[in-house]
């Protein structure tokens, strides 16, 4: 089932499996180290899917404003459902959410270079160089409404 809630409103259990699926991911799974947890979550809208037969959280992003722009980052889907299709659905819920709520506003996000194709299937264009973020190559990327 997905869900779309404020920091403050998650279950504890649904907060402990979104940190839990972010850190295996990001830190453990990537090494990187680096603080996972954050003040964007505090004022981020948390974007997720809740898996009822294992309470767990499937796949998971956060959106927020930043000076006007929209931005959503922490993309990740849990290990067990890489390459059916998860990554996609989190991607047009994402899109979709943002359209409900910003409509007309572009959208930045810093993507990992492997998932660049995915982001583009969606719109999104490349923008500048590559960079070394916490630990691993990223590029800018937009989308502009039309």
């Keep these: 089932m997905w869900k779309v809630s404020k920091l403050t409103d998650l279950s504890p259990l649904e907060l402990f499996e979104i940190f839990r699926l972010r850190i295996d991911t990001f830190v ?3 090494n990187r180290i680096y603080h996972e947890c954050d003040n964007i979550d505090l ?3 948390h974007l997720f899917h809740w898996n009822e037969k294992t309470s767990r959280v499937d796949a998971y992003a956060r959106i927020f404003e930043d000076n006007g722009i929209i931005v959503f980052g922490r993309v990740v889907t849990h290990n067990s459902t890489r390459g059916l299709g ?3 659905q989190l991607v047009q819920n994402i899109m979709n959410y943002i359209q409900k ?3 007309g506003k572009s959208v930045n996000i810093e993507a990992q270079e ?3 194709g995915l982001y583009e299937k969606f719109g ?3 923008k500048g160089e590559s960079f070394i973020h916490e630990g691993s190559p990223h590029v800018k990327m937009v989308y502009i409404p039309k």
């Design 28 to 30: 453990v799974e990537q």
């Design 43 to 45: 004022k981020a809208v």
């Design 86 to 88: 998860m990554g996609r």
């Design 101 to 103: 709520y910003w409509n």
């Design 114 to 116: 492997q998932v660049v």
């Design 124 to 126: 999104f264009k490349i």
